[in-house]
């Protein structure tokens, strides 16, 4: 079946709302979250104030709706490269990516993963990334299982929503008021990680992970834990 194509209407509401988000993108990285106003994102978009409520509420849901599709593309990124290692490592290397992404922007990220539990799902296309991640997730658990790695009865629909719980868990230690060190966030998650799996496993297999993975397809080296610069002689941060 032939998809139908677009009416001008559409092509219209498509080309505002991309221009919506570069002028939003552009306006936070230069002067910050707080101090973009939604009439400076407006004049950058060439378009009325009012008709930037129509695709964002607040500026909050713009950035989120900003951050969204960004991690959408480095989740399929890392899923398209996983490597054949242990659930461990294959979960290191999605939370790891996606790690990547917010250590670009903290600032952002900060506002980001604030926002995040709160923001309207079906506005944004929130609750279809987190079944994207989660579903990812849970097929990477059942084919742990198939090898042996994790009990048979493990629920894998329930484990992926834990391991991801732990990870937004260190996320928002590390972007918080009183915020963790890279270092530490990197070592909680890990360690949380390994003692989740190590108590649902049928054996141990020995995790050649003992980092974050930093490095992505298409996203080039974005950064790197302190525990993978001294793993790799490289000092830390």
Do not use: C
Not at 14 to 31: C, T, V, Y
Not at 94 to 111: C, K, N, P, S, T
Request: net charge positive.
């Amino acid at each position: 079946m032939l998809n139908a194509v677009p009416t001008r209407v559409e092509r219209g509401k498509r080309d505002k709302l991309e221009r919506i988000k570069r002028a939003a993108r552009k306006l936070f990285g230069r002067k910050g979250f707080e101090a973009t106003t939604t009439r400076e994102i407006a004049a950058a978009a060439d378009i009325g104030a009012g008709t930037l409520f129509l695709y964002a509420g607040t500026k909050e849901d713009l950035l989120v709706l900003i951050f969204r599709e960004e991690i959408g593309r480095v989740v399929n990124d890392a899923f398209a490269t996983m490597p054949r290692r242990p659930l461990l490592d294959q979960v290191l290397h999605l939370f790891g990516a996606m790690i990547a992404l917010h250590e670009r922007d903290r600032g952002l990220a900060r506002v980001f993963v604030r926002e995040l539990p709160f923001v309207a799902d079906r506005r944004h296309g929130v609750a279809e990334m987190m079944t994207t991640i989660l579903a990812g997730i849970a097929v990477l658990i059942e084919n742990a299982k198939e090898r042996g790695e994790l009990r048979p009865d493990v629920p894998a629909t329930h484990l992926a929503n834990s391991l991801f719980g732990l990870y937004f868990f260190q996320l928002q230690r590390w972007l918080g008021g009183d915020p963790i060190s890279s270092e530490q966030r990197d070592d909680g998650l890990l360690a949380a990680l390994k003692l989740q799996l190590e108590g649902l496993g049928n054996r141990r297999p020995k995790s050649r992970s003992s980092k974050i993975p930093y490095r992505v397809r298409g996203l080039g080296r974005l950064g790197e834990s302190p525990i993978s610069a001294k793993l790799n002689g490289r000092g830390g941060r």
